[in-house]
């Protein structure tokens, strides 16, 4: 639909010079920052504190094992991303600079890897527009700043290679064997080091149909048909391959709000949300690296805030296709970010989180295509709108910088991380919830049980707040105090085994035993056959105190 662009073969190494440079220097300022940064949030389990990685082994045993240790549920399959982890800590002997200096590395790659295939679409201008655009978005600091980002990095950065081999193969007219067996290992790559990679496919449908200009006579479907074909061969092996490790295709436990909720339900929940994916890829001035109820993801019902949601939506979709024919690589752009998005909207199934920055860098490709191409726009404009547009582009790309230099320095460590994750959202449940947990981890009780009743006056429906606040007050020896928050986590989790397992040794310690042997009988009843010796001895206590 589109004539796409060779890179014009004259000019040698220094007709690229400067782009490169301008763009290594804007990632450079944008997150060069990070490397005095240590590990914060997921990297402590992931990374600190799993020896799963504290030890280099060959990738084939990495390709055995979950991303998450066994301690933190086993869930999700990364095994590129982990394999990286565990050479970077043999390298560094748990340095964790180094791990970031492997983040700003690959930062830079997907910055270049962005410009090459921006070039093979647009203008050298326009390219070296979405290119600036990608290296200083704001919404990449969660992924840039924190350790375990390089899920991400590593995931967009094979996907946009796949999508410039793709281009770069139909531009001489043919998917050879070659280009298919590259297509179908990174496809592999890419979904090895998140599940995100698994849109590849779809993101090179758009690529035909939007960046490949159409022949006379040509039969698309002869010519990318096998390829696809061989795509989905590989992806459904690799599906079979992530069950058959996990035993089932580890989603993980749903986000607060999510669970058992049907389709209709979860879009309901989901639709407000879809602004926040706007204004996070558009103008992400304001971060934030929890969004949970009360603030995020309300009750599934119908609202102004979940209507102006499907609207954005659907002035999305008009924007798309009203640029299918006007603006081609806009439509990309739009289509990008759509498919990048959907494995994480919560719609396809529930996902462990509401909306994550860090998920945004793979959709942030699309509206750097976007913005590109309009920029290829300026030319027709006059000189006045042209200087204009140009000033704004030159703003927008400082304004970019600034923040993400700003930004980068929140992800320096945990105590950080948490004090300012509440500021930015003190509506937010789960901020408070992981900084009392944080608080228990550095010996600071009180502080810890203070976070976590804030957590659960604001959201009453995790069950984690009540058993961690209670068992806080429990190892203080407070098990009269503990009770009730048991009694909560409890109420939140009717089927779960913990709280109600503490409230029981709570109760017996207080010598509540009828309530005791009720509580197990209860869990009893619900499969948990642990139950049985503790229902024994609340009955033994109790009749002995009625001698």
């Known amino acids: 639909m589109i004539p796409t662009r060779d890179l014009p073969a004259g000019g040698g190494p220094s007709r690229w010079a400067g782009p490169v440079l301008l763009l290594l220097g804007l990632v450079l300022v944008s997150t060069g920052r990070s490397l005095g940064n240590g590990f914060a949030f997921d990297d402590v389990p992931i990374i600190l504190e799993n020896a799963q990685i504290h030890a280099v082994s060959p990738p084939w045993v990495y390709a055995q094992q979950s991303y998450w240790p066994p301690q933190n549920l086993g869930d999700a399959y990364r095994p590129w991303t982990v394999w990286w982890f565990a050479l970077q800590w043999g390298l560094s002997g748990g340095a964790p600079w180094v791990f970031h200096l492997g983040n700003l590395l690959l930062t830079a790659v997907a910055t270049l890897l962005v410009h090459r295939l921006a070039l093979s679409l647009l203008s050298p201008f326009g390219a070296v527009i979405a ?27 094979f996907s946009v290679a796949a999508a410039l081999l793709y281009l770069r193969a139909r531009q001489r007219g043919e998917l050879d064997a070659t280009a298919r067996l590259g297509l179908a290992a990174l496809l592999v790559l890419a979904a090895a080091a998140k599940e995100q990679g698994f849109a590849l496919p779809a993101l090179l449908l758009l690529v035909e149909w939007f960046g490949v200009p159409r022949r006379p006579g040509e039969n698309r479907l002869r010519i990318a048909g096998a390829a696809f074909g061989l795509l989905a061969v590989v992806g459904a092996g690799f599906l079979a391959a992530r069950f058959a490790i996990l035993g089932d295709l580890g989603g993980g436990p749903p986000a607060a709000g999510l669970a058992g909720l049907n389709l209709a339900d979860r879009a309901l929940v989901m639709a407000p949300l879809a602004l926040d994916w706007f204004r996070l890829l558009i103008w992400p001035r304001d971060l934030l690296a929890q969004f949970s109820p009360p603030a995020h993801g309300a009750a599934p019902v119908w609202s102004a805030a979940a209507a102006a949601g499907v609207l954005a939506v659907a002035a999305a979709a008009a924007a ?19 498919v990048g998005i959907l494995p994480v909207s919560n719609l396809p199934f529930p996902t462990g989180v509401l909306v994550a920055e860090r998920t945004l860098l793979l959709p942030s490709v699309g509206i750097v295509l976007v913005a590109g191409a309009l920029a290829d726009r300026f030319g027709a404009w006059g000189p006045q709108a042209r200087v204009t547009a140009m000033t704004a582009v030159l703003l927008l790309i400082g304004a970019g910088a600034a923040r993400s230099f700003s930004r980068q320095a929140v992800w320096r460590d945990n105590p950080t991380l948490f004090a300012q994750t509440i500021i930015d959202e003190p509506l937010a449940y789960r901020g408070w919830f992981v900084y009392g947990r944080e608080l228990v981890r550095r010996r600071e009780p009180d502080r810890a049980m203070a976070m976590f009743a804030r957590a659960g006056a604001l959201y009453a429906g995790d069950h984690r707040v009540f058993e961690e606040w209670g068992q806080v007050l429990r190892t ?24 109600r397992s503490r409230l029981f040794e709570c109760l017996m310690t207080e010598r509540r035993y009828r309530e005791a042997a009720a509580v197990a009988q209860a869990g009893l009843s619900l499969g948990g056959t642990e139950f049985q010796a503790g229902l024994d001895r609340a009955r033994r206590s109790f009749e002995g105190t009625t001698r």
Request: aromatic share 8%; charged share 15%; glycine share 12%.
């Open 131 to 157: 290119a600036a655009l990608f290296a200083v978005h704001p919404v990449h600091v969660e992924a840039t700043g924190n350790i375990v980002g390089q899920g991400e990095l590593w995931m967009t950065a």
């Open 320 to 338: 798309w296709l009203g640029a299918a024919r006007r603006l081609p690589v806009a439509a990309l752009g739009i289509g990008w970010i759509a």
């Open 476 to 499: 203080q020896g407070r098990c009269a105090d503990a009770i009730p928050v048991f009694e909560r986590g409890v109420a939140a989790d009717p089927k779960g085994t913990l709280a």
